[in-house]
């Protein structure tokens, strides 16, 4: 996982937010080009954590696995709602939306910017 963003909580601590994952996800996740691949279950709790800590979604990889290999299958960009007053829950509405029911394009995973 290649996040460079904060957290920030609402006693306003900021922390680092690829500390804070390796932290507590990194045992729950496949490490594939520098990111942390979660399974939807995973990530939909990754994401309620992202709710609660104020993280705003840049956007998400999806991968697939093929044979013995994982290959990145798709993205999405919230750059269109990942700023503003309200981007927070933008951000976190749009991938638990996205992401509630089944990764896109039947892949096995999810990363996310």
Do not use: C
Not at 4 to 32: C, D, P, Q, S
């Amino acid at each position: 996982m290649t996040l460079t963003g904060k957290l920030h909580g609402t006693n306003n601590f900021v922390m680092n937010t690829e500390e804070t994952i390796n932290t507590k996800y990194k045992n729950l996740a496949i490490r594939k080009a520098n990111e942390l691949l979660f399974r939807r279950e995973d990530a939909l709790r990754l994401i309620e954590d992202f709710k609660e800590s104020g993280t705003i979604i840049l956007g998400m990889n999806f991968w697939k696995r093929e044979d013995n290999n994982i290959i990145e299958s798709n993205s999405t960009d919230y750059s269109a709602i990942n700023q503003g007053p309200k981007a927070h829950e933008k951000t976190i509405g749009a991938a638990k939306d996205l992401i509630k029911d089944s990764l896109p394009d039947n892949a096995d995973y999810v990363s996310f910017v």
